[in-house]
T-cell receptor
């Protein structure tokens, strides 16, 4: 029972480097999203997707790109890392909320990113 | 600006004591969820409340949704060390034209229960 799998769990980057955080889910969820968690700020939505080929911006999208080529995978790309992107990143998936259910989010274990 | 305000930010109590965490907003939500997060892990859903005035119980945890659906509280009776964690509330505003109702999270309340 894998659920939502994120890789890597830890990563250190230098300013200006690029990288991709991987996210895969095996629950056939249509909805997938990326959040970042910073102390005192809670979880903030970066990007989300409601199905393969469909993505949209969340609350803090700048500096990040996403794509959704399959139902299972939703990678998050940092194009040119900045120290302000030091954070813990969570991928989460869900069934659609309305009117089927109230949309429990299933989270991965997180990816801790440090940008020097 | 945090749409959902949680209080207190930090709570440290002894085993056996009671505690209450609050989640307040000026906005109306169609549903509100509570998650618990432990170190090194992602948040895990505890409960979803959808009806104004609704009260749900999960063993020693009692959740209430305000009548106006703008606020919620989590009460833990006789807290145990296993209740230690970061408690997050999350609200969804959705309707027929917004089938994906993005969740807005509060900043969280860190609860520490010592033996």
């Amino acid at each position: 029972n894998a659920g939502v799998t994120q890789t890597p769990k830890f990563q250190v980057l230098k300013t200006g480097q690029s990288m991709t955080l991987q996210c895969a889910q095996d629950m056939n969820h249509e909805y997938m999203s990326w959040y970042r968690q910073d102390p005192g700020m809670g979880l903030r939505l970066i990007h989300y997707s409601v199905g393969a080929g469909i993505t949209d911006q969340g609350e803090v999208p700048n500096g990040y790109n996403v794509s959704r080529s399959t139902t299972e995978d939703f990678p998050l790309r940092l194009l040119s890392a900045a120290p302000s992107q030091t954070s813990v990143y969570f991928c989460a998936s869900s069934y659609p909320r309305w009117p089927r259910n109230t949309g429990e989010l299933f989270f991965g274990e997180g990816s801790r990113l440090t940008v020097l | 600006t945090q749409l959902l305000e949680q209080s207190p930010q930090f709570l440290s109590i002894q085993e056996g004591e009671n505690l209450t965490v609050y989640c307040n907003s000026s906005s109306v939500f169609s549903s509100l969820q509570w998650y618990r997060q432990e170190p090194g892990e992602g948040p895990v859903l505890l409960v979803t409340v959808v009806t104004g005035g609704e009260v749900k119980k999960l063993k020693r945890l009692t959740f209430q949704f305000g009548d106006a659906r703008k606020d919620s509280s989590l009460h833990i009776t006789a807290a145990q060390p296993g209740d230690t964690g970061l408690y997050l509330c999350a609200g969804a505003r959705q309707g027929p034209t917004d089938s994906w109702g993005k969740l807005q999270f509060g900043a969280g309340t860190q609860v520490v229960v010592t033996p």
